[in-house]
């Protein structure tokens, strides 16, 4: 078979359960909404240091929330035997690694593009913001996380603490990228061009690109006994 | 069909497996027994393709486990302890799923007639969650068997399931190794187990320590050996 109708396959029955389930999605919305909310009370919306913090405080939701969603894509598999399934299956190990990545990235982006327009309204940030880059960098920097968030999730799925052990294992090791989408969401914000955070954007584009490849061969090592 | 030579697994410094050779040919039946903690689990994953040897090899339809994964385990279905189904999926798109990764396409009368095999027609639409053990028993022999497999492992299949549900199955194995296939069957239901295995291995502490035709032993004689740990010399 294609390895990208292994891909397919494994993306296209995650997000089936989850649309039936709604579990990691309702979760992630919440939690992600609770944050926003909660820091729109400490700044005066619309201030200047709104637009300095704005985007610390939206990828620290997007990534607290991603979490969640990430956490449960493994442990869901092995609490049920999915995994073991999964691996008698005639693919390369990779196939389930990249399905699980693009089902995270696709309910991560999910929750942003919801949150994001709320956020707006809640920070009253200014209308000329950089749209198109902001959706560039979103996409980048969610990427980057679940790459190297569903390598670990498949890590820590597998130990009592999993709970505990993957924000520990995740968020250090996430740091370049969390950096890089940071740095770059601020001026984006401004209404700046994407030529400004360029340096930035490609910091992250290599990341990503490194963690996807770094975790793909990885990951058999760590699925198989 | 299928082939191990030397397996031996180690989890720390226990050994699980310790050098187990066997071999079963077209149409045959082996039946694995052992008490628990022989090592018949471990055996049953690393065929599957599930665990690693720490050493030894395996070989499934003429490929190598080691260099040629993907066509050993596209000729072989198995059914473990656990059915490997999602529960919030239903009968028909967990046998999709399953027919996906195998690399085929199969049509939904096609599926559907999948499951009359198994006698699911009928539930085709329902959540597996609303199955009974026996029903998703037989929903995984329907996803085993989805890509017409050569070899079938079967991992303690009679758990959970009530007479008629065994004497399903039993029909199916004998069916399938009629046609041709090899069935590797680890139980701890003796009596059952020789019942329908054409050949024995008897697995006691990780080391194979007898095997042979299966009306050369009896219930007392592989009990013997559980208990003893070696060969018991046939009356």
Redesign the interface.
């Given at each position: 078979?294609?390895y990208f109708?292994?891909i397919?396959?494994?993306y296209?029955?995650d997000v089936?359960?989850e649309f039936?389930?709604r579990q990691s999605l309702s979760t992630m919305f919440t939690f992600c909404l609770t944050i926003v909310i909660i820091f729109n009370f400490v700044f005066e919306p619309g201030s200047p240091a709104v637009l300095e913090v704005s985007p610390g405080v939206l990828w620290a939701a997007f990534t607290f929330s991603g979490l969640l969603g990430i956490s449960r894509s493994f442990s869901f598999e092995i609490d049920?035997?999915?995994l073991?399934?999964?691996?008698?299956?005639?693919?390369?190990r990779s196939t389930i690694y990249f399905g699980k990545v693009l089902g995270n990235a696709t309910f991560m982006l999910l929750i942003e593009a919801v949150t994001f327009p709320i956020f707006v309204v809640f920070y009253n940030l200014p209308p000329n913001m950089n749209l198109l880059g902001l959706v560039l960098v979103f996409v980048l920097g969610t990427l980057g996380f679940v790459a190297v968030g569903t390598l670990l999730s498949a890590i820590s799925a597998n130990t009592k603490a999993r709970e505990v052990l993957l924000p520990v294992l995740l968020f250090p090791v996430a740091v370049p990228v969390l950096v890089a989408t940071v740095k770059s969401t601020g001026p984006l914000l401004r209404g700046e061009d994407l030529a400004q955070v360029a340096s930035w954007v490609k910091l992250l584009l290599a990341f990503d690109l490194l963690f996807l490849a770094a975790s793909s061969l990885t990951f058999e090592f760590i699925v198989?006994? | 069909m299928i082939q191990a030579k030397g397996l031996t697994k180690i989890y720390g410094t226990r050994y699980a497996l310790r050098g187990v050779d066997l071999e079963a040919e077209a149409g045959e039946i082996l039946g694995v027994f052992g008490p628990n903690g022989a090592g018949k689990s471990t055996l049953v994953?690393i065929l599957?393709?599930?665990?690693?040897p720490s050493s030894g090899s395996v070989t499934l339809c003429g490929h190598p486990l080691a260099t040629e994964?993907?066509?050993a385990?596209?000729c072989?279905g198995?059914v473990?302890?656990?059915?490997?189904?999602?529960?919030?999926?239903t009968a028909v798109?967990n046998l999709r799923?399953?027919a996906?990764?195998?690399?085929l396409h199969l049509k939904e009368p096609e599926l559907l007639e999948r499951l009359s095999r198994v006698g699911l027609r009928g539930r085709e639409h329902e959540p597996v969650r609303h199955f009974s053990r026996g029903m998703q028993q037989r929903l995984a022999l329907a996803?085993a068997t989805l890509h017409n497999p050569r070899v079938l492992i079967l991992d303690e299949p009679y758990t959970g399931l009530d007479r008629q549900a065994s004497l399903f199955l039993d029909n199916l194995v004998r069916d399938f190794a009629r046609e041709g296939g090899t069935v590797l069957l680890v139980t701890h239901d003796v009596d059952h187990g020789l019942n329908i295995a054409t050949r024995v291995l008897l697995l006691v502490s990780g080391r194979v320590v007898d095997q042979g035709p299966a009306d050369a032993f009896s219930a007392q004689t592989i009990v013997t050996a559980y208990e003893t740990g070696r060969k018991v010399p046939q009356a």
């Open positions: 078979m294609s109708a292994g397919a396959a494994v296209w029955k089936l359960l039936r389930t049920r035997g999915g073991q399934g999964l691996l008698l299956c005639p693919v390369e198989e006994e | 994953r599957a393709g599930q665990a690693k994964a993907a066509q385990r596209a072989t198995v473990g302890h656990l059915t490997y189904l999602y529960d919030d999926l798109e799923f399953f996906r990764m195998f690399g996803r």
